[in-house]
């Protein structure tokens, strides 16, 4: 789940109207024209199924990364229920989403380096490369999908406009994942910037440093194709979930 998605791929922001944005686009449509190019190579050669070469250890990243964090979170938030008279507060779904993404981050990290390393990682310390970030990233994007979904929805049906059906599930989804968007985009420009840096950066914190000084919405670089990719990731995935709990008989208090 999107919520999860590697950081493979991601565009490095650059300064509008800079020599470094001129250069950025080039190499961006440079990248695309590649990526098509060899798209058609693969399915000439290989066939259409070559493209989804590497699915097993996607769906394996998802089913570790993502079904940790919801897992979590449901597991401990009923517990929360059943212990009072109503849901918990809101800090308390923000707490275990952030336990819940975290946990799952550091869990789907393996599957997801053997995903974009296909295979080649080397040793049992390297499949956790890069775990702190994701487990960052995993605890941002739960709170922003998970705990704020669950917060939105019991706002809107307090209101006594709409009932527990799709269209709360889906108004409630698109804010959550409008929120997991803001949350997790600072930390993707640095990750990007990191990736894609000369060494000139010593670190995550004089990344973040040297990137806010281009501006205050220099963390946000990206916000809209970010957010057209994750908010109907999430939008589907509360769906759907809010369904299996509608026919497998899962009373969740809201």
């Known amino acids: 789940m999107a919520g999860g998605a590697g950081w493979a791929g991601r565009a490095a922001p650059a300064v509008p109207g800079s020599c470094s944005e001129r250069v950025h686009l080039q190499t961006q449509q440079e990248a695309k024209m590649r990526m098509m190019g060899m ?107 998970i705990s704020c979904y669950d917060q939105t929805k019991q706002l809107v049906l307090a209101t006594g406009i709409l009932s527990d059906n799709i269209l709360t599930h889906f108004l409630a989804s698109v804010i959550a994942g409008g929120c997991a968007t803001f949350l997790c985009q600072p930390l993707d420009v640095l990750k990007t910037r990191l990736m894609n840096s000369q060494g000139e950066y010593q670190g995550v914190t004089h990344c973040a440093i040297e990137t806010a000084k281009l501006g205050p919405l220099a963390l946000f670089q990206g916000f809209v ?30």
């Open 39 to 145: 798209a058609m190579h693969v399915i000439r050669t290989d066939g259409f199924l070559a493209l989804y070469n590497g699915l097993s250890a996607s769906l394996c990243r998802q089913m570790t990364y993502s079904l940790t964090r919801f897992g979590i979170y449901e597991t401990a938030k009923n517990h929360l229920d059943q212990g009072s008279k109503g849901p918990p507060p809101f800090y308390q779904k923000v707490l275990l989403g952030a336990v819940g993404g975290f946990t799952g981050g550091l869990v789907g990290t393996p599957a997801d380096m053997v995903n974009a390393r296909e295979g080649g990682a080397e040793g049992l310390k390297k499949l956790f490369s890069g775990a702190t970030m994701a487990s960052s990233r995993g605890a941002l994007v739960t709170i922003g999908q």
């Open 225 to 254: 194709p970010a957010a057209i990719r994750l908010v109907p990731h999430t939008v589907l995935t509360f769906i759907f979930l809010e369904q299996l709990r509608k026919h497998f008989g899962m009373k969740v208090i809201t």
